[in-house]
């Protein structure tokens, strides 16, 4: 896995934020079945789908990821949302939310 990624994920734990994992690094057929890009950074271990547990809300992590965390791609999706982490480090967040 992406080393930027793993310390991204230590942070938020270390913050205690309460999040789930619904998506890491995936083989082609794994990738394939999700409907993800043949391109797709969780084919690299730089990207993860997760969203928000517990006393955590959507809310909070989309506020302290915006404001502290140099991604390279940030993805809202209704529910959930896709981070990934590479040396392009684009900075572009996509909201996809209807």
Do not use: C, W
Request: aromatic share 14%.
């Amino acid at each position: 896995m992406n080393p930027a990624l793993m310390s991204f994920l230590d942070d938020l734990l270390q913050l205690n934020f309460h999040f789930t994992i619904t998506s890491a690094l995936r083989t082609v057929f794994q990738n394939r079945t999700a409907g993800g890009a043949p391109n797709s950074q969780h084919l690299k271990g730089e990207a993860i789908d997760f969203k928000p547990y517990g006393s955590t809300t959507y809310s909070q992590l989309v506020t302290y990821i915006m404001d502290n965390v140099a991604f390279d791609q940030f993805i809202l999706y209704d529910g959930f949302m896709h981070i990934s982490f590479s040396s392009r480090n684009r900075h572009q967040l996509i909201d996809k939310r209807v």
